[in-house]
């Protein structure tokens, strides 16, 4: 590894905020300190913005280990499928191919951590390419059963599963899932917090079930999962009712929390700071992060969005490939 990690960038839809936020990100000195950009993108796009001119410039194919700050220009996209704010097809096709050359970067040893911006599900969906998210991707493409982290100055919460309609959840909540989950999340915190980390798991239903009478994931999945896992020496506790927990966020009992569904951890970790909150993807062989918003079309090409939340992906991504602690805060 270089003396400052070299980070793959993903620019995200060229029609959202990921292409101004990343230019605006990567003059920040901190940032230019810390790590080495990979920009995976579109050359037109890029040419927009002065400081990504003076980047050196090269292709999927030519790209090899970089010592010097790079632009990858995968595509070349006409005028109309790059306009802020007006999303297309052809720009969901896009946004896609940028995450996968980001990926053969990284599976080829040329990058040591990822940092996607944002992307459109449902503009790359629209291109025909069966997309439920990054995390999902990134867990194909490496083979490897993943977490999805948001790593927050306040709270950490992890997501048992991620871009699933609700009525799916129940379905795919079963004891050695969870219990497979919480091994990696203690694995993956342990070093963080010095010492084997205490894990609080959310329960599904209202008022954790109220012992059956309002469901009986607690009863059936939850409890034996949880009863397990400390069985293997994991620090879990609960099921645990999200309501009354996160009520004691200025006092929180807990390193990491373990959330059923995605609307359950992400609601109060966005709502706690969502500017520096961080989308972190565990299991992975590379570090993976990403900003906690999406692509925020409204906002594309105004002037007005907030580079923090990018520069905040970005330095945890730099800490996660250089640091023996990669997840301190």
Do not use: W
């Not at 980047?55 to 970089?66: D, F, Q």
């Not at 099921?239 to 609601?267: C, K, N, S, T, W």
């Amino acid at each position: 590894m270089s003396e400052r990690p070299v980070v793959g960038i993903s620019l995200g839809d060229v029609s959202g905020i990921g292409p101004e936020v990343t230019a605006d990100a990567l003059t920040v000195p901190r940032v230019r300190r810390a790590l080495l950009p990979v920009v995976f993108g579109d050359g037109p796009t890029l040419a927009r913005f002065p400081q990504f001119q003076k980047y050196a410039r090269t292709t999927p194919e030519a790209l090899g280990r970089v010592t010097e700050p790079t632009v990858c220009v995968v595509t070349e996209l006409a005028e109309k499928n790059r306009l802020p704010g007006k999303p297309s097809r052809a720009g969901g096709k896009a946004q896609y191919s940028y995450i996968q050359a980001a990926i053969s970067a990284a599976r080829a040893g040329h990058v040591d951590a990822l940092c996607t911006a944002p992307v459109s599900k449902e503009q790359i969906s629209r291109a025909g390419i069966p997309f439920m998210g990054h995390t999902e991707v990134l867990a194909e493409a490496f083979g490897r059963e993943v977490l999805m982290l948001m790593d927050g100055p306040r709270v950490r919460v992890a997501l048992a599963t991620n871009h699933v309609p609700l009525v799916e959840v129940s379905r795919l909540l079963t004891v050695e899932r969870l219990v497979a989950q919480l091994q990696l999340l203690s694995r993956s915190l342990a070093p963080v917090v010095g010492k084997v980390p205490r894990i609080g798991v959310l329960s599904f239903n209202p008022h954790a079930g109220e012992g059956g009478l309002l469901g009986r994931e607690e009863v059936d999945v939850l409890t034996p999962a949880i009863k397990r896992a400390r069985k293997l020496r994991v620090d879990a506790h609960g099921p645990l009712a999200a309501d009354g927990l996160f009520a004691q966020v200025e006092r929180f009992p807990y390193d990491v929390v373990l959330a059923m569904y995605h609307d359950q951890g992400l609601i109060p970790a966005k709502a706690l700071d969502f500017e520096r909150t961080v989308n972190v993807t565990l299991g992975l062989p590379v570090p993976r992060t990403s900003p906690d918003h999406g692509t925020a079309y409204s906002l594309a090409g105004t002037g007005k969005a907030s580079s923090v939340p990018m520069v905040e992906a970005l330095l945890k991504a730099a800490r996660l490939a250089g640091s023996r602690n990669p997840l301190s805060r």
